[in-house]
């Protein structure tokens, strides 16, 4: 029985082929499956070319895929672009009005099945039939879609979607696609990468959430508003992101564990804010998530050129950390310890995704929210000495972090130098001390940073190193690799600020030969790892299409990369 089936569904924006792909996701979670959600879409309400891949079977999926088992197409034009990805027994499934003359292609007359608002339930049933999913279980999330909304459309919309599914049963002979091996009734969520960055947010503590929305961020924000009540979280949608930072600031400096989220565009308007933390030592939670630019560029597509932006934006010197999760477990996870590092050395921290991840849905476990400590803001007021220095001169840079109105002392803060009371000063001593102060912090937090995830081969003679979202394809590719008798190891950075050398060397150095795969232009974080490791990686596969990794793209790009040795 197949294990791997890979069904596009491509069409316009405005034909409903989301919603098919959400319904058809949530039956094949629910009936025990695993999915992998990719998402390719233009930024307009209707019309451009969007696709919704859903990759399906019983094992678990690291990445999506090139080829096609089941292109359903709403319009001709997707027809055009993809039946060229059709894998060897891949089927297409199109309206008869402009479905191919082709074996492979199945010519649907989705007039005789129902009203023409209703084709993507038809089509609905029709998948959930090849698939081998029962139709009730097609119905129940159609029932839960519609049933408090539009109530009224139930029945036609089961009418509808019976009417495909017959269909199919009757006019289909390749059932090479029914699916087996599911387990129903497993307790899981089906979640994409902005919903568990969320999720970890609220189970960290995070109170306040100020934004403007921007392309691929904001379901970041729409998730925390779907639970905002429930968890006394304050959500405030700013003017732009210049108030949106500086909000979340004042959040912060008054008690309440404080985030912002938002793309590279959003981020160059927050950079003077994010300096302003960084002087008022203030703690806040930074989400960017990352999209091709320059300028408005592509702004559905994805990318992981913002590293060096994010990096370095806010002027002045003061310490920060990045993290860059690579799964959804981790957005959950990550999302807390950033909050928590941010709170303890009273600086921004910045979490690092990109529209692939933000809009790429699993199906997992639910998460325990008891393994997660919610952060607490400020310090003991009786832990305090009298008279109280916000900025005192410590030891480690952190100095003891009062919050106003909680008790008798006085909070003072500037954004300009400061002396240790917060009182404004010039003095080149006390300046000398305080950027000392501030920096020491990072002394702190380098002792905290995750050390990157080695797989494979202990003696690999190629190491595939990567950072953030490419951590699946990677992690397939190289499986690929090893079943073809290669010896081949990957080494993922979930944090890729700062960076120790002591964690990583030895693995880099072990190698025959290692290659850098990330998914912008000049290999950035290749760079940061030679800048701060001195361990030059000129070996690398870059991706800058908007397009995200898959295994077999890095399969053929490691086929282009020159033998150690050889000049790139």
Not at 451 to 456: K, T
Request: proline share 6%; with cysteine; hydrophobic share 45%.
């Amino acid at each position: 029985m197949p294990q791997d089936i890979n069904i596009v569904i491509g069409g316009e924006a405005g034909q409903g082929l989301v919603t098919i792909g959400q319904l058809l996701s949530k039956a094949l979670v629910r009936a025990g499956y695993e999915i992998l959600i990719t998402q390719s879409y233009h930024s307009r309400i209707r019309g451009g070319h969007n696709t919704f891949a859903i990759r399906t079977g019983t094992v678990p999926f690291h990445g999506p895929r090139d080829t096609i088992e089941l292109l359903v197409a709403l319009n001709a034009e997707t027809v055009a672009l993809h039946q060229g990805e059709l894998a060897s027994q891949g089927l297409i499934i199109a309206d008869a009005a402009f479905a191919p003359d082709s074996a492979a292609a199945v010519a649907v007359p989705f007039k005789e099945l129902g009203p023409e608002k209703f084709w993507n339930t038809a089509a609905l049933g029709l998948i959930g039939n090849l698939l081998g999913l029962p139709a009730d279980l097609l119905f129940a999330g159609v029932e839960a879609t519609l049933g408090k909304k539009h109530p009224e459309a139930l029945a036609i919309n089961r009418e509808v979607l019976d009417h495909g599914y017959q269909w199919a049963a009757t006019r289909i002979t390749a059932r090479h696609f029914t699916l087996a091996g599911g387990i129903a009734g497993g307790n899981r969520l089906m979640l994409h990468g902005n919903e568990a960055i969320a999720l970890g947010a609220l189970a960290g503590g995070v109170k306040f959430c100020a934004f403007y929305p921007m392309t691929p961020s904001t379901s970041v924000v729409l998730s925390l508003i779907a639970h905002a009540d429930l968890m006394g979280c304050v959500i405030e949608q700013a003017e732009d992101e210049i108030a949106a930072i500086n909000m979340a600031i004042g959040a912060a400096f008054a008690g309440a564990p404080s985030m912002v989220a938002t793309s590279g565009g959003g981020y160059a308007l927050m950079t003077e804010g994010v300096s302003l933390a960084g002087m008022t030592e203030t703690p806040v939670l930074l989400v960017v998530a990352q999209r091709p630019g320059p300028a408005t560029g592509l702004p559905t597509r994805t990318e992981q050129g913002d590293l060096d932006f994010v990096l370095h934006g806010g002027h002045g010197e003061f310490p920060r950390a990045i993290f860059a999760p690579g799964d959804l477990e981790a957005c959950y996870r990550l999302t807390q310890r950033a909050l928590a590092t941010a709170e303890r050395y009273q600086t921004p921290v910045f979490l690092l995704t990109d529209q692939f991840l933000a809009d790429s849905s699993r199906a997992i476990a639910p998460f325990d929210p008891e393994q997660i400590a919610p952060v607490k803001a400020g310090a003991d007021p009786a832990s305090a000495k009298a008279p109280y220095r916000r900025y005192a001169i410590t030891e480690n840079g952190i100095s003891p972090r009062l919050l106003p109105g909680v008790s008798e002392h006085l909070v003072v803060a500037d954004s300009d130098e400061h002396y240790e009371d917060g009182h404004i000063t010039e003095e080149q001593p006390v300046r000398i001390a305080m950027v000392e102060k501030r920096l020491r912090k990072f002394a702190g937090m380098k002792e905290e940073v995750l050390a990157p995830q080695h797989e494979g081969t202990p003696d690999a003679e190629l190491l595939l190193v990567c950072w953030g979202s490419t951590k699946g394809p990677v992690l397939e590719a190289a499986a690929i690799l090893r079943e073809q008798g290669k010896k081949v190891a990957t080494l993922h950075f979930a944090q890729v600020w700062p960076l120790i050398p002591e964690q990583f060397l030895d693995l880099l150095g072990s190698a025959s030969k290692v290659v850098c795969i990330e998914g912008n232009a000049t290999g950035q974080f290749a760079r940061l790892l030679r800048r701060e490791s001195g361990f030059a990686l000129p070996h690398r596969v870059l991706r800058y299409d908007g397009l995200p990794f898959t295994a077999q793209y890095i399969i053929d790009q490691l086929g282009q990369v020159p033998a150690q040795g050889e000049n790139p």
